[in-house]
């Protein structure tokens, strides 16, 4: 069982910062453990924001490039996303993801808005 919890969502204005947390706990492999967050907006897909790899490799979605920044502990025991510069269609509920022996594990998400 791998557990995941979200923190750090909340209220900010366009041109705003926030910054998520993610904390992991239970059985994860660190040799091979894939960390990132997606988000899911209301009536669209969920959709990744950011990714690192097992070895550290960072990918982002093109509408993250630029404003958003994924990091993770060397323990890969907590995940962050650094947003800046949010745009109202960041509105969404972000959640955190470990992809550890084939097997996906999500949190239960947080909440972030930007208001114009």
């Known amino acids: 069982q791998v557990q995941l919890v979200e923190s750090g969502g909340g209220l900010v204005q366009a041109g705003g910062s926030l910054r998520l947390s993610c904390a992991a706990s239970?059985?994860?492999?660190?040799?091979?453990?894939?960390m990132g967050w997606y988000r899911q907006a209301p009536g669209k897909q969920r959709e990744l924001v950011a990714l690192?790899?097992?070895?550290?490799?960072?990918n982002y979605a093109e509408s993250a490039k630029g404003r958003f920044t994924i990091s993770r502990n060397n323990a890969k025991t907590m995940v962050y996303l650094q947003m800046n510069s949010l745009k109202p269609e960041d509105t969404a509920v972000y959640f955190c993801?470990?992809?550890?022996?084939?097997?996906?594990?999500w949190g239960q998400g947080t909440q972030v808005t930007v208001s114009s």
């Open positions: 993801n470990v992809l550890t022996m084939g097997v996906n594990h």
């Open positions: 690192v790899t097992s070895d550290g490799t960072k």
């Open positions: 239970g059985s994860i492999f660190s040799f091979d453990a894939a």
